[in-house]
């Protein structure tokens, strides 16, 4: 597949209940993916270089073994009748030995793009999808021409495995520029225009094997310590914002060929625009909400596709909050949260609450349009005041 052009349609026979679907990957995406495919009545096996892995405790069979192990890799294939991924930080290498014995969805060429993101933001740019502006970045020249070309402050990035704010500095002055360089070390990098944006948005969409694309409504993610920590859904924003930003997420995955999920993260500018910033080939933490908001959530829209079934409509029959639990100190509240009225808990089963790791989320169901305002979200998530 070559990115920015669409792969046709090809619509498998659907896999029959009881078969299994193979999850690169054992973290908490894997889990929920394990959990919804168990409920449409298939079996889930997972590979994972973790014994006791968040997705491995729900699964029905676990392959230990690294992502680039082609003796893993084959024994995962064979436990299979279809692969697909849970993150991005996989083998791609692997994934392509996995696709010359099982079909891979979404396919290898889509986690490459989403991989590097000097090439994820070219797909971006070619698709028709606006973004800010960025310069790749090689050499310490580069990054000269870079600074002057897009101005301070701007981001510096590495052009691979940054996420929750690692591998990232933002860049102020031409020696905090340098330093980040050397401190991100080695090249390629990637360096972007500093967005200020009056909100972060994103919108998951799935596509079929039968080229259906369904997508749900867009909504407003806020961070803390550049970790995800609340999500609103829906995003408050006007009606035509919303539909272009659904426009642009389903474009961007018909141009991809997409068979799967896909997270588009958007930045809404002051000035009302949207500027697409990541994409993510999977379920998608903003996307939590959906297991209890909606008849079909994205994870169950993610194993639909991957199996070939259809695809219901990505409706919801409520607004929700979504507050993920990190680290140790959220996790401590464990017990009052599940004695707070109102609050759905999901925990993912780690055994070590580390500082920055997600431990697990809980959801806040509202009526339709009733979402309340920053003092209501407050109050309704009042065990973390």
Known sequence: MTAGSAAAPVKAAALPPNATIGIVGGGQLGRMSALAAARLGYRAHILTPEADSPAAQVAAGTTIGSYDDPDALRAFAAAADVITFEFENVSAVGLDLLSSLRPVHPAPAILRLSQE???????????????????????????????????????????????????????????????????????????????????????????????????????????????LDLTLAPAQITQELALQAAGIATDLAHCVGLVGV?????????????????????????GHWTIDACPASQFE?????????????????SDAVMKNLVGPDDLALWPRILAAPGLIPHLYGK???????????????????????????????????
């Not at 993260?265 to 080939?281: I, K, S, T, Y």
């Open 262 to 286: 896909l997270a588009v993260e958007m930045f809404v500018g002051r000035d009302g625009g949207l500027l697409v910033n990541e994409l993510a080939p999977r379920p998608h933490n903003s």
């Open 301 to 317: 829209m993610h194993v639909r596709a991957v199996a070939g079934l259809p695809l219901p409509a990505a409706v919801r029959h």
């Open 351 to 385: 055994a070590e609450a580390r500082p920055g790791r997600k431990m697990g989320h809980v959801t806040r169901l509202f009526p339709l349009g009733a979402l309340p305002g920053a003092f209501g979200v407050e109050a309704a998530l009042g065990v973390f005041a």
């Open 117 to 227: 993101r000097v090439t994820e933001k070219s797909f971006i740019n070619g698709a028709g999808a606006p973004t800010g502006a960025w310069a790749p970045v090689n050499t310490p020249d580069e990054l000269e021409r870079a600074l002057g070309l897009l101005g301070m402050p701007a981001v510096l990035k590495t052009t691979r495995l940054g996420y929750d704010g690692r591998g990232q500095a933002i860049v102020r002055t031409p020696e905090e520029a340098h330093a980040a360089y050397g401190r991100l070390a080695p090249a390629p990098f990637i360096l972007e225009a500093f967005v200020d944006f009056a909100c972060e948005i994103s919108v998951v969409v799935a596509r079929g094997q039968d080229g259906r694309i369904v997508a749900y409504d867009p909504v407003e993610n806020r961070h803390r310590n550049h970790i």
